[in-house]
């Protein structure tokens, strides 16, 4: 059981009903979720033996929050406790035409407040495989922007392959602020989830031909970007194309060795729960690489397991390899019986 | 903050969850609405200073219904409080080819045995900017069809703008009784709501030639209906296209100044609720009038605000003035965080 | 009103709320089905005397299962009690591209233990005019596949129609199982609901020409199954195209005196619960027989039924006969008001 | 299987969830109910033959009303249908201190519009062991309260028992009006539920020396009312102690050939629901006659089944026979495992 | 309608349901509550004309929250709109021995945050008969007590009677900040909700003798304060038993020209939701003042309104005068029908 | 962090919810639990690293519960899976007079046809402290009798502290049955649950003296197990009063060093759950114990477990060692804030 490691924050959502506007709600449905955190249940659903590093407050929330990753089998023995408050959006759910609405309540959260001596990634990394982060996590304070040049650098030292997803957030930092950050980042990086508006907007990449393909336009980025950062070896993204907020139709792009692989389009409707449709498709992506999986066998199995979680309430991708490969073989909405 | 006045009755729906027939339901859904309710709480909810005249009985569901209107803003101090019981229908949803099912249980109700002289228009008109009521309003009671004129000359009289949104309902009177009843009233009429059927079977407009467009047979009645009612400045109306209980098309008309405008087609996916759309494209079309909106504009705005409405849960269209432009530029489906 | 007789397993059914996993879920949605039972169930609302032929644990979930027949007025005189279990079964709902998946949990039900001499065919026969059992009893034991056959002879004797669905289950036994325990049935059928697989794996008829038109195909399939069995008076089966989970087309074909009968093909979307769909059908074409409808009207009829089954929870098909004529005037999902 | 027959209204009951007001409710629970009802469905599930008299609108709620009466075993070949509505209300449920508060709307209901000559009691008593009806019938219009003595004392012709409880509702009509009509019923009544205010207010009894004990009482009231009506055979009654909406002490009273039988005193805590309770206890009385036990067994029976409906929501006692005799003999809150 | 002015915080309060931990709710109930606006409401559910001054984050829960205060008819002209978060708090709900927990996370709230200038008390007064506020605003920020004392002052000047609830809360100062912060804004009270625990550890009061009665104790405490600040003509306080989290004693005090008043004492069992049972009785206190009662009908009326508000969820008294007095007579938990 | 082993079957139960009964339950709650698992849930969230020894079906029940199991921190490494199916039982809940009543349906479950050869008990306490199993595991099959002491012995052997719980079981087994197989257990026994009923009826020690207290009676049955059994070292039971379903009184007892140790009685109402309220007594027994504390420390801090276990719903004890000693400390049911 290969051991991974993943950094970040773990977010209490809050969601409404479908049909009811956080305006008048008298309910809301939680859950925990974080893009590292759900990229880390995913691969620990699929069998790795996956350790959270993060922080919570030293209340039932922060209970709770770890409650949840260990129902998915990651370890928690990373997770610090202390600080003000966990994390929070509010989340109103879309339907048709109308869009989800998030309503964030995520400042002074434990982990944004960390110290940059509260880790010791020797020891984290001791003995694992793969580490794994996003951009959420430098731009929530400057010493988790410092700690995760930290980590990066340590996991190179042990050997482990690193995956990085831009992640970019518009609500959390400026465009300027996300690219002086994670450039100096992207150097220590083996596995990078970016896409085209990454590519323009935070590595300067000038913009493609008009007249182009979508599959060339990538290739074109993907080309580009592997010349600045020649470590990088691995590409991934997907393209979503949003009919409504109830039907999308998603495609999966992999890079590597200078070719492009892309799935088949995914028709997703209706959508249960989009949250964590990026860290499925991330995480299916890393399992495609550490497992061994040809380029096209890989963007397939993330695509799908990606499409998978779209069905389902929560932030987590539950489904496991099995679940996913048969997926892939006979998904079409067939009872089995 | 402009004065609105509206006036009508108030009615309890109790409504099936989905995939539940009211035979087999062991639990309702409570909505409180009305036409003229739902205009009302819709134009509340845009800023105006609206004034709901009515009559509720004197019990917990007439207090009910009141707290509805609070919460939404609207005013009730013309509420009347008496009679015998509120008027009720029992909704089987409908999904997919299944149509939605009324049981109307709305006779004797408070406001339909309300006499002649309880309400007093004049000093209720103090200070309105405009009054609107409906088709339905005239066809509870001989009295109230004779309340109804009343309330338009004296709107007439205070210098209100009118408006009047026929709403046909062939379970309450027949087209004849309609015919009779209306025509006196729109004489007395700025803005009306009115459709193709409405012309040819209460106004006596004849059948447009068969070869027209869609686009040209709305022009051609409401060319006719001007002529006959030069008052009346204003006529707007739906196309709606019943794909499914599920699925609709709904595209919004407005005539002005001998010309007409028409929005966007907004494709409805999933309905969640559509009790209400006609109410809050009404809304939405006072309100671009009130607010000086071109006719473009204005009709893209009340169509997009029914669009909204149909994701939703209960009669009352509950979105701002902002969400709803907000919606007109970018919605899409996507989710904004 | 008319007398049927129907025999098989009354099954308790625990399925999964919408987008929920089992593997998480923390509350169940009851239902009771089983073929013949729904087959009952929708006769009985029909407003046939309806009765059931069945064995139930002596315990609550027995009695549950036959307070559910009892709401639809089907008769359980004849449904006896005792043995070890309720045959059950866990549905975790598809939504999607996502199917649904079957748990089985059915094993040493009271009716698989059931003895040879439990039941009375004759006294329940008596003033019966139609009996109805499916493939699923016989593969349930040997003394099940024994009293299929006395069944269907006795009814035979009594003067009673005999109808047949084939239902064959993959989970229950192999097709040469399926096949040496059916063929000796048909002899004793009067109408057959079975399709193209049911031809070739079951029943051994050659596989149509490639090239045929699914229409001529399955007209193949149903003229030589009735020249094996003269007796089988009507065949019938429905062509289901899976879109997803959640959107299925559905067209259902009726083959009487040499012709083939086709209905319109319905557009199901979205799919509330599919489980007993099927059996909708059969009921349909049941009545469509019983009530001497044409053989258009039946597949037009039955079709529609299985249709409106779609659209609501559980398995039972509770509408009446007068909603599904008027879906089949009126069908598009336009509110009745 | 000893056939009954029961005459009366059934009523829609729509109930707040425990905690909320019917003010702010938004949501209800539906049951189907009236003191006829509720005593039928309870001897239907003690195993007699249960035929309910009555009339309901041919709508969805009607039929709903219906399916509730099957699904306990009634036959309902003698409801009628037709008319406005169904009679209905509300029941804000209470907790504590605070009191549940109905909320009616049961004017013009189908069953109060009966014409005289809509039922054919000859036919419907052909083969029955009793009639049941309460002072409700009568109250609801005069035609109901012709119809009650006509089908009093046809069922006496026919060689019946019959029951009549008394149920006087200050809403439905005053004393006076209760008295008139009353009185002339109970010639021809067998079993009689009534307690002190009916013997004090509808028929006139003296009232009893203060100073006596409350067994004395009411055996002081029965003997009164026996002397008047020598053919009553059987009274009884319960004393309700309310400490708390959620915590009642019931204790019920029989009197039989002129000596008073007491059961224990139930502390009933906490009620679920206790709508029907005194129509359980009735059942229960009935069943106790019918079956021969002796008058302890019967009040210790009938005022066990009292309270065990008092845990269940709904206004029926669904419990069988065996189960109110297990709870006589061991009921006690243990787990039985 | 006399004009009544609250200023506070108004809190968004998350809630278990009965029986689950924070730690493993995948749902929480919402509530909008606070001490100054729960007194409001309940006023205004009274009758008075009733604004509140507050401020709340201009997202969606901020507009929830005005949502919540409207639709109980108060008026929210006075709430500012800004900052970063509306205060919340998460109550595990106790029931029996357990207790409920708060974890609260209402740090960085907009009223917090409020400046000096922000509020203009001299216009919000104009009219203006009564201003209350509690110990819980001065708590909130070093600008928020300025402000609090600002406020009592200008009420005075313009000739408002005031109305101050101690409700000290230990997490959010100590004693000896709150005493310093309270201590001169007493001199501008003339209604004070303060118990022993206050007198004591807040004002400074010499602990009353042990061997003296609960009431006598009460009547010392409350001469010393009057003593300490003789422009403070009422005094109120309620006695709690904690038999549990589900059972409560309680029983009320009014102290008034010297002499103090009692209520009887109420058995809260079982308990709803017991947050907000202290601002149902200061409201009470302050109706039965501004009404004219008695005192001894003063301290009924407060006491049953708190202990009404016991049996249902939600911060708020939704109680009207009518209902309350009706309770004052008759409370006993019999149906009324 | 101790590691402590269970052994025994998990099983799901499907609760109705409080009020309904399974008869008519459209809905039912899932929990999973089982006595072993109960306690080593709890152990687990104590604190220590639980193992369990288990089989589960493979499929998605069997992945439910050790996702339970996991989400409480129990490693599930041990957990074979396997076999035919999960053991099942149905709960209908009690309240009030009404017993709650179990519906089992456990017969062929996985651990049930378990091999002898499947477990290797020498690895599975490597390193362990603690081995804990109950008497319902040999009631399962002989091969788990033969297992159960094979498992204690091999206990001894790696020289863990062993703990039996008897929880006799009369729907698994005779009297006679349970005593023949656990009387060899005894003999590697440190710990033992067990009480006067287990004295009598499964080790045959003479009745006590009638005229002996509980306490004296306790001590005297402790004493004789004592002489037959030495090596038991402590020996511990509850005495339940159940006053009802929702109320019971709960005394806890230790007996060791020739001594009896009891805790104070808890009156637990409303109990929102029972089920594993002995598992949770257990376990804190054996926290008591492996933690250091003293005899009386012990029985308060277990019957405290057991009675916060009442308050919650499921069989697992989710509290804290923490909030146990907090509850020991100041539970009161006073709100925390």
Known sequence: MKKVVTFGEILLRLSTNVGERLLQADQLQLHYGGAEANVGISLSNFGYDVNMVSKLPANALGDAALRHLQSNGVKVDHVLRGGERIGTYYLESGIGERSAVVTYDRKHSSIADIKEDEIDFDSIFEGATLFHVTGITPALSPVLSELTLVALKKAKEHGLMTSFDMNYRAKLWSQKEAADAIKPLLDYVDICSCGELDAVHLLGIPEADDRLQEEEKLAYYYEHIQALYPNI????????????????????NLYVDGALYRSKVHHIEPIVDRVGGGDAFAAGILHGILDGMSPNETITYATAASALKHTIHGDSNIFSKEEIHEFVENGSGKIKR
């Open 233 to 252: 070896q691995f590409m991934a993204s997907t393209n979503r194309e949003v009919l409504s907020s109830t039907a999308n139709r998603l495609r999966g």
